[in-house]
T-cell receptor, first 116, second 109 residues
Framework: NAGVTQTPKFQVLKTGQSMTLQCAQDMNHEYMSWYRQDPGMGLRLIHYSVGAGITDQGEVPNGYNVSRSTTEDFPLRLLSAAPSQTSVYFC???????????????FGNGTRLTVT | AQRVTQPEKLLSVFKGAPVELKCNYSYSGSPELFWYVQYSRQRLQLLLRHISRESIKGFTADLNKGETSFHLKKPFAQEEDSAMYYCALALGSARQLTFGSGTQLTVLP
């Protein structure tokens, strides 16, 4: 059971480049989300999805797009990378809703992104 | 507005000493609060949730609505407790988690 799988583990981009961070889960979880982790700021929610075809913005959505065409996959797209997007990105999923009482979040291993 | 505050970025204690990681929240309704932990080279994972009133790995956390706090405590810290700890609050229609900024706990031998 792979759980939540993120690819790539590391990525270096130049300013203005675009890329997609992949996230897949094999637990049939309805809820998926993307967080970024920055020193001193903890984890901040970028986008989330409560099911296939449904996405919504989190706390820091600017510069990122998501889609949820299948239950398993929730890719995060950086449209035009900026140095401020240098961060560690985590994908997380849960059975229902966002990690509430009966549905803890399962996290991926993270993607470390550097934008130069 | 910061909904979850963890005032200590770094906390060091000696093995066997009590440890308390502070968490304060801002929420007018009935809060759903959690502690997540990230050990070195491991994934972030749920440690405990307030509703269960459980003790995991010797840690407990009591919700104090009057002080809007959810501090994490352990009476005798162990070296393997060294990790990054995050307090989190479930918000919104999807109960998405809002995390605090985290506390890096180091238990010294």
């Amino acid at each position: 059971n792979a759980g939540v799988t993120q690819t790539p583990k590391f990525q270096v981009l130049k300013t203005g480049q675009s890329m997609t961070l992949q996230c897949a889960q094999d637990m049939n979880h309805e809820y998926m989300s993307w967080y970024r982790q920055d020193p001193g700021m903890g984890l901040r929610l970028i986008h989330y999805s409560v099911g296939a075809g449904i996405t919504d913005q989190g706390e820091v959505p600017n510069g990122y797009n998501v889609s949820r065409s299948t239950t398993e996959d929730f890719p995060l797209r950086l449209l035009s990378a900026a140095p401020s997007q240098t961060s560690v990105y985590f994908c997380a999923s849960s059975y229902t809703r966002g990690g509430g009482i009966n549905s803890p979040l399962h996290f991926g291993n993270g993607t470390r992104l550097t934008v130069t | 507005a910061q909904r979850v505050t963890q005032p200590e970025k770094l906390l060091s204690v000696f093995k066997g000493a009590p440890v308390e990681l502070k968490c304060n929240y801002s929420y007018s309704g009935s809060p759903e609060l959690f502690w997540y932990v990230q050990y070195s080279r491991q994934r972030l994972q749920l440690l405990l949730r307030h509703i269960s009133r459980e003790s995991i790995k010797g840690f407990t956390a009591d919700l104090n609505k009057g002080e809007t706090s959810f501090h994490l405590k352990k009476p005798f810290a162990q070296e393997e407790d060294s990790a990054m700890y995050y307090c989190a609050l479930a918000l919104g229609s999807a109960r998405q988690l809002t995390f605090g900024s985290g506390t890096q706990l180091t238990v010294l031998p």
